[in-house]
């Protein structure tokens, strides 16, 4: 379960402060898909990274699986999220020089697993997103979508309970982003991963379990 209660956060640009987010309440059950959806610069994406525990909330509390994120030091912080979120962006972020299988297992590498394990866990992750035939493959060798999904596997090898996902489709045409979104559905179902999509798409709204909309770092509405 995802909580947030009364964020605020602003930003200094010179001798102006903008506020990005304001007085942001909500809550996403476990297992729930949410979008949230918005123009260009309302906040989403600073709003999805305080949830990750990537950018410090000024004010008000966050607290995922029944902890505030925000209690922790820094060691802490980073080793729960870690263990327990995975994140997705628009840039998949693979390594040109690493193969498909060693981009996805890269996470456990980090974790200090023994490597035929990490590489078995990354096997069976790109078998289960259906992209295993692309494993020995580079990134500059395969498609848009399959990157993708190479990042999402790459998300999810570390089993994390919340899935983020920062414009997951944007740039991808509409077909192969149809197809990451069932795929992103397919992890919701069998894995029961609670996860939180933020997007300036109307067509992945309908695709969510419920949708928030925010403009001008406030949320106007909860559907």
């Avoid at 962006?89 to 996805?104: A, G, H, R, W």
């Avoid at 259906?130 to 570390?158: C, F, K, M, V």
């Avoid at 996902?165 to 559905?185: I, R």
């Amino acid at each position: 379960m995802i909580v947030l209660k009364n964020i605020d956060k602003s930003f200094q640009v010179g001798d102006k402060k903008i506020d990005v987010l304001k007085d942001i309440s909500f809550k996403v059950d476990k297992a729930e898909i949410l979008v949230v959806r918005g123009p260009s610069g309302a906040g989403k994406s600073t709003l999805l990274h305080a949830i990750g525990a990537l950018e410090v909330p000024d004010r008000g509390e966050i607290y995922l699986e029944g902890e505030n994120i925000y209690n922790f030091d820094e060691k802490s912080k980073a080793k729960f999220r870690n263990n327990n979120i995975g994140f997705v962006f628009q840039l998949y972020y693979l390594i040109p020089e690493l193969s498909i299988l060693e981009n996805v297992a890269l996470p456990l590498f980090i974790k200090r697993f023994k490597k035929e394990k990490a590489l078995k866990r990354a096997r069976d992750v790109l078998k289960f997103l259906q992209i295993d035939h692309r494993r020995d493959h580079y990134p500059n060798q395969i498609s848009g979508g399959e990157q993708q999904r190479a990042a999402i596997a790459r998300a999810l090898i570390t089993e994390p309970k919340i899935l983020l996902c920062d414009e997951p489709t944007g740039n991808l045409d509409s077909q192969m982003g149809e197809e990451v979104l069932k795929l992103l559905k397919s992890v919701n179902k069998n894995r029961d991963t609670t996860i939180m999509v933020v997007s300036h798409n109307s067509n992945v709204a309908a695709w969510a379990d419920r949708e928030l909309y925010i403009k001008d770092g406030s949320i106007e509405a909860h559907e």
